[in-house]
């Protein structure tokens, strides 16, 4: 199929791709990488009135070091963040996730904000950042906000932004070095979206721990009674009978779901502890 009739505008900066979908008034769509919209758009999935074009705004794509975060602007590639190897101080599991997702084709093209505002649920950056703790920078014609990754994703497909927002950056705490993590998920073959996918991250020095679920029917899902009992010292090591208890609490899952839940839970339990 071929999409349908759209008009199509690269906008200099953000304040003019601000106006331009405030001006659509609902009917406009950012595109960044086009790896997820493109097929959208032949598939009349997505019927735009106006396509905004933001892939080539430079103040989107750029990575800083803010001291205790690093902001990744929006347009900042997955391959880019996976060549990054090596130079992100304590953003390892950045690096790991990125090259991790699609083929290498897709992650040339294939942008963070792009993914978040897809809001896919079985994506790997909704739920990578949402247990690293980042926060989606936003903004629109009244200014700029930030809403934590966690809560950015209302439900499959569906997110907090706004019809006349874009996102801009994302702002990931680092992880310091004496923190761990373990990121699995399980696809049926390389480079196809998961069935299933769970991380941990373990940063005693920021005391903070979290334990993500994804691939589900919605919003990546936490589970904070695990994360409280690794963090206070109370599971040392990874534990079947904790994983199962965790999982069982997740609605919605059928027996084959929960089981394979458990394993890419159990696995990167296992990565986040070696």
């Known amino acids: 199929m071929k999409a349908a009739a759209f008009d199509y505008v690269r906008p200099r900066d953000v304040r003019e791709a601000i106006a331009l979908l405030s001006q659509a008034t609902g009917s406009g769509k950012v595109l960044a990488g086009g790896q997820s919209l493109g097929p ?20 989107l794509r750029q990575i800083e070091d803010t001291g205790d975060a690093l902001r990744i602007g929006a347009a900042v590639t997955h ?17 790991e996730v990125a090259g ?7 992650r040339n093209r294939g942008t963070i904000g792009g993914s978040l505002a ?19 920078v936003l903004r629109g014609p009244a200014g700029e906000r ?6 950015l994703i209302a439900a499959a497909f569906t997110t907090e932004i706004r019809d006349d927002e874009i996102i801009t950056a994302v702002l ?7 923190a761990s993590f373990g990121y699995f998920k399980f696809c049926r073959k390389t480079g196809e979206f998961p069935d299933a996918s769970a991380t941990v991250v373990i940063d005693p020095e920021r005391a903070a721990t979290r ?11 936490p589970l904070p009674e695990l994360a409280r009992r690794i963090g206070t010292g109370e599971l040392t090591a990874p534990s079947r009978e904790a994983v199962a208890e965790a999982v069982a609490g997740i609605a919605g899952l059928d027996p084959i779901d929960r089981r394979m839940h458990a394993g890419v839970l159990l696995r990167a339990l296992e990565r986040a502890f070696a």
Do not use: C
């Open 40 to 59: 959208m758009l032949n598939l009349r999935l997505a019927r735009p009135g106006l396509l905004v074009d933001i892939s080539r705004l430079e103040e």
């Open 79 to 95: 391959s880019a963040i996976e060549d990054a190897n090596g130079s992100l101080t304590g953003g390892a599991m950045l690096v």
């Open 100 to 106: 991790g997702i699609a083929y290498r084709a897709v």
């Open 118 to 136: 897809h809001a896919d649920p079985a994506g790997d950056w909704p739920l990578a950042l949402a247990a690293l703790g980042a926060d989606v």
């Open 146 to 151: 930030s809403i934590p990754a966690a809560q």
């Open 172 to 178: 990931v705490p680092k992880l310091s070095r004496s």
């Open 211 to 221: 334990v993500f679920l994804g691939a589900l029917s919605g919003p990546p899902q």
